[in-house]
């Protein structure tokens, strides 16, 4: 069992930047893969961000250039550093651990709201 906590979400003007957070505990040494999706209100859950053990990225095309995904493995912790934020960027965003590539996430955070203002 691995429990995640996300923090870091808030309210924010477009163009400002977050920083969101997602501790992990239990069984963290078999967790593989981190990652962030989000949800806005009324549309389906889509991916952000990933990265490996390894520290390989990958990123929804809608982020690439101003979201920065990374990690400290010391600290079983992911973070998301969002930048030149819009409006459309506003949704619940979730943190998530998978324990190998390629099967799906294993498990999910409650999930940090992030509004961005116009």
């Known amino acids: 069992q691995v429990q995640l906590v996300e923090s870091g979400g808030g309210l924010v003007q477009a163009g400002g930047s977050l920083r969101l957070s997602c501790a992990a505990s239990?069984?963290?040494?078999?967790?593989?893969?981190m990652g962030w999706s989000r949800q806005a209100p009324g549309k389906q859950r889509e991916f952000v961000a990933s990265?490996?053990?390894?520290?390989?990225?990958n990123y929804a095309d809608s982020v690439k250039g101003r979201f920065t995904i990374s990690r400290d493995s010391a600290k079983n912790t992911v973070y998301l550093q969002m930048n030149s934020l819009k409006p459309e960027d506003t949704a619940v965003y979730y943190c998530?651990?998978?324990?190998?590539?390629?099967?799906?996430?294993?498990?999910w955070g409650q999930g940090t709201q992030v509004t961005v203002s116009s």
């Open positions: 990265i490996g053990d390894g520290g390989s990225t």
């Open positions: 239990g069984s963290t040494r078999s967790i593989n893969v």
């Open positions: 998530h651990v998978a324990f190998r590539t390629g099967t799906g996430w294993d498990y």
